[in-house]
């Protein structure tokens, strides 16, 4: 079973950046495809971005379209979620999880293993 832990989160200033990481253990990590999603509390979770096993598709959510980038290293065992142009309304915990589903699907529900969640805080 595939262990996920997220890291990068902070505290940043609107306009500002952050780079979030997904680290996994197991070597079948590549085999899936991985998704962030944030939670805001009295919120559904949300989708983010998602990435093929194999890097070539990609899939984001309208309002984070031309500011994130969702990438991995397969050699590292990693997902990274690229955030730029940081708005408040980014404001959340965010949370990769991953999928055994060949295509970059955008539902809580498709999504298997997730992680504990790391926080990100945009001030205005």
């Known amino acids: 079973q595939v262990q996920l832990v997220e890291s990068g989160g902070g505290l940043v200033q609107a306009g500002g950046s952050l780079r979030l990481s997904c680290a996994a253990s197991g070597r079948t990590f590549r085999l899936y495809t991985v998704g962030w999603f944030r939670h805001v509390p009295g919120k559904e979770r949300q989708f983010v971005a998602a990435i093929s096993s194999s890097g070539g598709s990609t899939n984001y959510a309208d309002s984070v379209k031309g500011r994130f980038t969702i990438s991995r290293d397969i050699a590292m065992n990693t997902v990274y979620l690229q955030m730029n142009t940081l708005k408040p309304e980014d404001t959340a915990v965010y949370y990769c999880?991953?999928?055994?589903?060949?295509?970059?699907?955008?539902?809580?529900?498709?999504?298997?293993?997730w992680g504990q969640g790391t926080q990100v805080t945009v001030s205005s």
């Open positions: 999880a991953v999928t055994l589903a060949s295509a970059v699907v955008t539902s809580t529900r498709e999504y298997l293993n």
